[in-house]
C-alpha cells in the first residue's frame, strides 16, 4: 500500500526533478483545434451546409450546435475541451514557476492576477460589460469565467494537497454536486428535477446573481464544482504526460484513463441524466473522458508515431488561444474580408456564406500567424 501511495504521490507539483519537462506538441495541436471551431471553424461548415445541402453537410450541421437540453453533439465537447487543456497547462506552468521560485505567495499572486482578467474578459465577451450599463451587465456568463472558477479550484486542491487526497477531493466535488440536484429542495417545488426551469442549479443562480443572472438556461455558480473537476482531470492528465514512461506507456495510460472515465458518465447517466447546460457529474465525466481520449489520438499521431508536420496550422491558433477567442467575440473580423468578398455574392449565390466565413477566419488565422512567426504570445 505504502508502494502505491509513494508512486501516485510522486506526481506531486513541488517534485520538479523527477518529471520529464519537454513540450507536448499534441496539447499545443488540440488546443488549436479546439480554438478553431471557435473562432470561424463553425461558421465555415455551416456556411458549407447552405451551399452543399446534402446529408453529410446537414449531420455536420446539426453538430455544430449544443444539445438542446439531453443528449451530446460535437459542439458540446468545445468548452469541456478548453477548461481540460488549462488543466494540463497548469502542471506544467506551476512545475516552471515553482522550479524558478519556491515561494508560493508569487504563484498565489500570479494565479489571482490571472483569475481577475479572466473574469474580466468574460464580461467584456458575454457579460455586456461594455455597455456601461449595470444593468445590462451579467456577472457570471461566459467559458472564460468558467475556466477562472475551475483553475482556482484546481490551484487549491494541488498547492495544498498530495495526488491521492486530490483525487478523492476532485471525486467529492462529483458527488457534491450530485447531492445538491439530487437532495436539496427548490422552494414550493422539490428537489431531484432536471427540467430546463426547474433544477436546483438554475434556482441557486437566479436566487444569488438576480439581475445579474444571464437569462439563459446555463448555470454557473454550482455547476463551478464540476468545472473544477473538469479542470482537475486535465491536471491528471498533464501528471501522466510529465510521467517518466515512454511514450507508448503514456499513450495506453491515457487511453485506459480516458475509458474508465467515459464509462463511469455513461454508467452514472442513467440516474443522474448528463446535460451541458448544468454540468451535471455524469456529463463531466462523459466529457472529459472524450477529451482524454482526444488528447490520446493527437499525442498517439504527434508523439507516438512522430507525425508533426500537419500540426502546425493549429498550433498557431493555439499558441495565442486567449487573444484568439477575445477578439473573435469582440470583432468581426469578417467585415474585415468582405471589403474585397462582398462583390462576388450576386455569382455565388449559396455560396457565399461559405466565403464570407472562410474570409473572416483567414483575416484571423494571418493576425495570428504574424505573431506566431514574430513570437509575440499574449497570455495572462
Known amino acids: 500500500m505504502k508502494t502505491l501511495l509513494s508512486k501516485v504521490n510522486y506526481f506531486e507539483i513541488s517534485k520538479n526533478n523527477q518529471v520529464s519537462k519537454e513540450r507536448i506538441i499534441s496539447v499545443d495541436a488540440l488546443r488549436g483545434f479546439d480554438m478553431f471551431w471557435i473562432i470561424g471553424g463553425k461558421q465555415i461548415f455551416k456556411g458549407l451546409d447552405k451551399a452543399a445541402d446534402n446529408s453529410v453537410t446537414n449531420f455536420l450541421y446539426e453538430q455544430l ?20 487543456l488549462v488543466g494540463i497547462s497548469m502542471v506544467y506552468s506551476f512545475r516552471k514557476r515553482l522550479s524558478v521560485d519556491e515561494s508560493r505567495s508569487k504563484l498565489w499572486k500570479h ?49 495544498n494537497l498530495n495526488v491521492i487526497k486530490q ?27 432536471y427540467l430546463p426551469e426547474t433544477n436546483f442549479a438554475l434556482y441557486f443562480d437566479k436566487l444569488v446573481l438576480g439581475s445579474f443572472q444571464d437569462g439563459t438556461t446555463y448555470t454557473w455558480l454550482i455547476s463551478s464544482l464540476n468545472f473544477g473537476v473538469t479542470t482537475m482531470l486535465g491536471v491528471f492528465t498533464g501528471y501522466l504526460l510529465q510521467s517518466n514512461n515512454n511514450v507508448k506507456g503514456k499513450f495506453y ?66 499558441s495565442n488561444a486567449i487573444f484568439a477567442y477575445v477578439t473573435a467575440h469582440i470583432f468581426d473580423y469578417r467585415l474585415i474580408a468582405e471589403v474585397f468578398t462582398s462583390g462576388l455574392e450576386k455569382y455565388l449565390d449559396n455560396w457565399y456564406q461559405f466565403i464570407y466565413a472562410l474570409g473572416g477566419f483567414s483575416v484571423l488565422y494571418l493576425l495570428l500567424k504574424y505573431m506566431h512567426k514574430n513570437k509575440i504570445f499574449i497570455k495572462i
Open 111 to 159: 494565479i489571482l492576477i490571472r483569475i481577475f482578467w479572466l473574469w474580466v474578459l468574460g464580461m467584456m465577451v458575454q457579460g455586456k460589460l461594455l455597455t456601461y450599463d449595470i444593468e445590462e451587465i451579467k456577472f457570471y456568463s461566459n467559458t472564460l469565467q468558467a475556466i477562472a472558477a475551475g483553475y482556482l479550484i484546481s490551484a487549491l486542491l494541488i498547492l
Open 167 to 193: 483525487i478523492i477531493a476532485t471525486a467529492s466535488l462529483l458527488v457534491l454536486y450530485w447531492g445538491i440536484m439530487t437532495f436539496v429542495s427548490i422552494p414550493g417545488v422539490g428537489s431531484g428535477f
Open 253 to 318: 495510460n491515457l487511453v485506459l484513463f480516458g475509458v474508465v472515465t467515459f464509462i463511469l458518465g455513461i454508467i452514472w447517466s442513467f440516474w443522474h441524466p448528463s446535460i451541458k447546460h448544468i454540468w451535471t457529474s455524469s456529463f463531466t465525466l462523459i466529457s472529459g473522458g472524450i477529451c482524454i481520449l482526444l488528447v490520446s489520438l493527437f499525442y498517439y499521431f504527434i508523439d507516438v508515431l512522430n507525425l508533426k508536420r500537419w500540426t502546425t496550422f493549429f498550433v498557431i491558433i493555439g
Open 65 to 84: 450546435d449544443h444539445a438542446k437540453w439531453l443528449g451530446f453533439t460535437f459542439y458540446d465537447i468545445i468548452m469541456p475541451l478548453f477548461l481540460y
